[in-house]
T-cell receptor
Framework: EPEVTQTPSHQVTQMGQEVILRCVPI?????FYWYRQILGQKVEFLVS????????KSEIFDDQFSVERPDGSNFTLKIRSTKLEDSAMYFC??????????FGSGTQLSVL | AQTVTQSQPEMSVQEAETVTLSCTYD???????LFWYKQPPSRQMILVIR??????QNATENRFSVNFQKAAKSFSLKISDSQLGDAAMYFC????????????FGKGTKLSVIP
């Protein structure tokens, strides 16, 4: 069964550094998403992406965040200057028609 | 704004027994989707079951079924013949039917399965 893959599985960074989280969505999917889950809390929506542009974003997704689909297969989330409160599990997801989302295994980001 | 409430932080069930996880939601939309996701200790989010609000028939997937009560805005998940592998966090989620693709999640219910 096709999967959404995310790399790396764990990322440790110093506060103020830039990080890029990478995702390869399922190949025939058209909608892409990032969600995050702070430890012990619920999963929160960050951003959705369709037709090479952001279609929705939450209040969490401020100017420090950006997304890109650089080459038709990868979908990346960049955090420009990480803060301690950015420590979370970041999930990439994709869907074909916007309904049934398939999630990746997540990248655990630790900001020190 | 839409909200999703899971009032049971933790539940437990004996292996082979049946358990029901509760979820209520608040929306002014008439067209929407509801989901249950399972998150095992690996923390991957796995779709368990999906329900379209326009469908009156409750969705089923093998041992998993839902009781969708649209008027009451209730969407409970029933797990029959519980197995050890069912132990996980279960999240209820809502998505509006048109114009938005973001999921709104509840806080989750941690299910333990007792052998």
């Amino acid at each position: 069964e096709p999967e959404v893959t995310q790399t790396p599985s764990h990322q440790v960074t110093q506060m103020g550094q830039e990080v890029i989280l990478r995702c390869v969505p399922i190949s025939n999917h058209l909608y892409f998403y990032w969600y995050r889950q702070i430890l012990g809390q619920k999963v929160e929506f960050l951003v959705s992406f369709y037709n090479n542009e952001i279609s929705e974003k939450s209040e969490i997704f401020d100017d420090q965040f950006s997304v890109e689909r650089p080459d038709g297969s990868n979908f990346t989330l960049k955090i420009r200057s990480t803060k301690l409160e950015d420590s979370a599990m970041y999930f990439c997801a994709s869907s074909r028609e916007g309904g049934k989302l398939f999630f990746g295994s997540g990248t655990q980001l630790s900001v020190l | 704004a839409q909200t999703v409430t899971q009032s049971q932080p933790e539940m437990s069930v004996q292996e082979a027994e049946t358990v029901t996880l509760s979820c209520t939601y608040d929306t002014s939309e008439s067209d929407y989707y509801l989901f249950w996701y399972k998150q095992p200790p690996s923390r991957q989010m796995i779709l368990v079951i999906r329900q379209e609000a326009y469908k009156q028939q409750n969705a089923t997937e093998n041992r998993f079924s839902v009781n969708f009560q649209k008027a009451a805005k209730s969407f409970s998940l029933k797990i029959s013949d519980s197995q050890l592998g069912d132990a996980a966090m279960y999240f209820c989620a809502y998505r509006a039917g048109a114009g938005s693709y973001q999921l709104t999640f509840g806080k989750g219910t941690k299910l333990s399965v007792i052998p």
